[in-house]
């Protein structure tokens, strides 16, 4: 069974800085592009950063480019989102997500969300 | 970037009904489409990839069509658990949502 579990989040101040796990379980962690996509309270999805199945290759949103910085450590099965400079905009549930396939965009399985509340 | 829309943002329906939702990318993205639905509290769940292909699992009630810049997602009978949030995502580029339908009870 796939399992994607994340951590990390809570109440942090605006301009600090937070990072984010997520462990999978239940498939080869080493096959597959991962993704963090969050959702602000009461709003809809946005994804935020992709990497794929090397780390050879990442992408961000506009909205967090330069301040996020997404990672692997296939030896772990886990994923990251160093969070820097954080804003009040970036309150929101965040997600780990599985890709479909071993680059695609289309996103198969899901954690349960770790939430940032970003507040002074 | 690629934009993406959606109609309704709602729509109440009662069960037994045929629902479609529509969703229009603002450049071609071929049939690089998905459908996710979401309900409260829960993460989102993978109905419909490649505009047309049904995930594993999920009941053929649900279907995808469209190619290019317009999609159609299409409940053909609405069950109870159907009432949800639905979301379109293009995956031609970097991954983009649209703003979500709601469907509701009527």
Redesign the interface.
């Known amino acids: 069974e796939v399992q994607l579990v994340e951590s990390g989040g809570g109440l942090v101040q605006p301009g600090r800085s937070l990072r984010l796990s997520c462990a999978a379980s239940g498939f080869t962690f080493d096959d597959y592009a991962m993704h963090w996509v969050r959702q602000a309270p009461g709003k809809g999805l946005e994804w935020v950063s992709g990497i794929s199945w090397n780390s050879g290759s990442t992408g961000y949103a506009d909205s967090v480019k330069g301040r996020f910085t997404i990672s692997r450590d296939n030896a772990k099965n886990s994923l990251y989102l160093q969070m820097n400079s954080l804003r009040a905009e970036d309150t929101a549930l965040y997600y780990c997500a599985k890709s479909k396939y071993s680059s695609s965009s289309y996103f198969d399985y899901w954690g349960q969300g770790t939430l940032v509340t970003v507040s002074s | 970037?690629i934009q993406m829309t959606q109609s309704p943002s709602s729509v109440s329906a009662s069960v037994g009904d045929r629902v479609t939702i529509t969703c229009r990318a603002s450049q071609g993205i071929s049939s690089?489409l998905?459908w996710?639905q979401?309900k409260p509290g829960k993460?989102?769940?993978?109905l419909i990839?490649?505009a047309s292909s049904l995930?594993s699992g999920v009941p053929s009630r649900f279907s995808g069509s469209g190619s290019g810049t317009d999609f159609t997602l299409t409940i053909s009978s609405l069950q109870p658990e159907d009432f949800a949030t639905y979301?379109c995502?293009q995956?031609n580029s970097?991954?983009?949502?649209?703003?979500?339908t709601k469907v509701d009870i009527k």
């Open positions: 970037d690089w998905a996710y979401q993460a989102p769940k993978l990839y490649a995930q979301y995502q995956a970097f991954p983009f949502f649209g703003p979500g």
